[in-house]
């Protein structure tokens, strides 16, 4: 973030065109990210179901446009960014170490061991990143000829 504002400082100077810029690429930000929130992403504790499907939700096509109109730094940016969250997401689901369930089947309120097992080794987070939107991702990182990037984020997730 330090390079982008320095590049904004550059490009606008300091004051409200600036802002409105950096205003911008935050808000572009915001919105690709969504779609790897809880909202939209697959619950594998609810048994891998997606809370909210974002066909009706989400403007696919009107986020794509919205990214082209932005420059190609700004770009690479948003695609930097959204790339990182997921990679937070993946990580956060597989940071878990597998620990022996302290209850080892005792049939407390209907959870199992089989149960436990699956919490102790999912990690930190039970959601993962729905594939379309993973996807989507990486078509806008393909629009914005960030390949270094779709590299950097495939080599970032298979170290995870």
Request: glycine share 8%.
């Amino acid at each position: 973030m330090h390079d982008c504002n320095q590049r904004h400082v550059l490009l606008y100077g300091v004051g409200r065109v600036r802002d409105e810029a950096r205003h911008t690429v935050k808000k572009m930000t915001k919105e690709v990210c969504k779609l790897f929130g809880k909202k939209f992403s697959i619950d594998v504790a609810e048994g891998g179901k997606v809370k909210k499907h974002s066909r009706g939700e989400f403007n696919f096509e009107a986020t794509t446009a919205k990214m082209q109109a932005l420059s190609y730094f700004d770009q690479h940016v948003v695609t930097y960014q959204c790339a990182m969250t997921v990679i937070e997401m993946l990580g956060s689901y597989s940071s878990g170490q597998y620990t022996r369930p302290r209850c080892d089947g005792c049939g407390r309120a209907g959870v199992t061991t089989s149960h436990l097992l699956l919490l102790c080794v999912a990690g930190s987070s039970n959601y993962l990143p729905v594939q379309e939107h993973v996807a989507f991702l990486f078509d806008l990182m393909e629009l914005a000829l960030n390949i270094y990037g779709l590299i950097d984020f495939c080599i970032q997730v298979q170290t995870t």
